[in-house]
């Protein structure tokens, strides 16, 4: 369905049926310790979680981070070019984990990165490794992400950050034209950023020739494991020099990371900004659901709540993910969806739309649950519970960013 954005909704203006599904009273969806037999809930694959754990009250907004910060950015001696494109972007004190890495990075030391995510992750590893490349032209850096839209957000702050150095950068992903991204390749950019396959394709075709680049950062690497990645992920760091500088972030260490720090990283430095497992600025809670015929109507009750501004929905398949954002649209909610099986054009569509308030909620698989960066969500709706806590803990990291307030409601079938 084509679609046209213009001026921001508002969700006063919105018009509903006055019918409400018996049961769909804010009591019904807000209410705690109830049904407590209801131990957990699972999806059709994955984990059993403890429904308690979806319940968190926010003790307030984290005004400040809890671990001193040493350095402001005009510490680690990066170019003026560089500074004066963090000086424009406002950035003056970096975050705890950009504060302790980037000292290493400069070092040229390998290092793994352990951090929730909204803490700046990508800013951590990129204002180095730009710096370094600044200094010498011959450095080349390969950034591998699990998602298309992380690569795109990568490349997007790449960008702003590297604005008058003279530094490029290629985006290769799938799901957008190889053609480009050959024309891109073959112009010896200094920073090429992009999705496991994708590489390996253009690695096949022999345009990537991973033996050129001396500077590596997997990031987000526990999603691209659990995605299934880890043979194309070693098969690349195989072919990689023997001299070079890899750099690891992600937001967790499962057994899996831990043998490829083994086996790839040298003496790595070891840097963990972790605040609990969730979000402390995030107020979690669940909505019950007694019957799933009236699933719909309560989703429907929560997000004309008047706190409810701007709201990221995550559903378990891609037809849900479509089923719903047409209901939505048909109740006159301002709504657009993102999945695997949308051209990349549609996705990026739907991400601006939903980033420059075009439309108030996005429905998603968890497609949308990593690396995405979009400022003011106020709530994220798990309409269908994650594969696992992992994966929920991400989903929720989509709101109540740096030291903002957040949201997360998760929907649970319980017995009456």
Do not use: W
């Not at 059709?44 to 979806?54: Q, S, V």
């Not at 590893?125 to 200094?135: G, Q, R, W, Y």
């Not at 920073?191 to 496991?196: R, Y």
């Not at 600025?281 to 799933?292: A, E, G, L, P, S």
């Amino acid at each position: 369905m084509q679609k046209t954005y213009g001026q921001r909704p508002s969700f006063g203006r919105r018009r509903f049926s006055n019918n409400r599904s018996q049961g769909a009273s804010q009591g019904n969806f807000r209410s705690r310790g109830q049904n407590r037999s209801n131990f957990g809930s699972k999806r059709r694959r994955g984990e059993l979680i403890d429904i308690n754990r979806f319940v968190k009250k926010s003790d307030g907004v984290l005004l400040a981070p809890q671990c001193e910060i040493k350095n402001v950015f005009s510490d680690f001696g990066f170019s003026p070019e560089l500074n004066a494109n963090l000086e424009r972007k406002k950035y003056v004190t970096p975050t705890p984990i950009q504060d302790q890495t980037i000292p290493h990075i400069i070092l040229g030391k390998d290092l793994v990165g352990l951090a929730n995510t909204g803490t700046g992750k990508t800013a951590a590893f990129l204002l180095p490794l730009i710096n370094k490349v600044a200094k010498n032209r011959s450095q080349k850096v390969l950034i591998i992400a699990p998602t298309r839209e992380l690569a795109l957000q990568i490349n997007e702050e790449f960008r702003q950050f590297s604005f008058g150095l003279r530094l490029y950068s290629a985006v290769c992903v799938g799901g957008m034209p190889i053609h480009r991204q050959i024309n891109e390749i073959r112009r010896n950019p200094n920073f090429v950023i992009g999705t496991p396959g994708r590489l390996k394709d253009l690695s096949e075709r022999h345009l990537v020739k991973f033996e050129t680049f001396q500077n590596i950062v997997l990031d987000e690497v526990d999603r691209m494991l659990d995605m299934g990645f880890v043979d194309e992920i070693k098969a690349i760091l195989n072919k990689l020099p023997v001299e070079r500088q890899s750099l690891f972030f992600s937001a967790t260490i499962p057994p899996k990371i831990k043998e490829l720090v083994q086996n790839f990283l040298r003496e790595p430095v070891s840097i963990s900004v972790i605040f609990g497992e969730t979000a402390e600025n995030v107020d979690q809670d669940i909505v019950r659901v007694h019957d799933t015929a009236s699933k719909f109507d309560q989703l429907r009750e929560v997000l004309k709540q008047n706190e409810v501004k701007k709201v990221l929905i995550f559903s378990e398949t891609k037809a849900e993910v479509n089923k719903l954002a047409t209901n939505l649209e048909r109740n006159g909610f301002k709504a657009d969806c993102i999945h695997g099986n949308k051209r990349q054009s549609q996705r990026q569509k739907a991400l601006s739309a939903f980033k420059n308030n075009y439309v108030d909620i996005l429905v998603a698989t968890d497609v949308a649950a990593r690396g995405l960066d979009i400022e003011d969500i106020t709530h994220v709706i798990n309409y269908t519970v994650p594969q696992t806590y992992n994966d929920y803990i991400h989903r929720i990291g989509r709101t109540g960013r740096g030291t903002k307030k957040g949201n997360a409601l998760t929907f649970v079938n319980v017995q009456s």
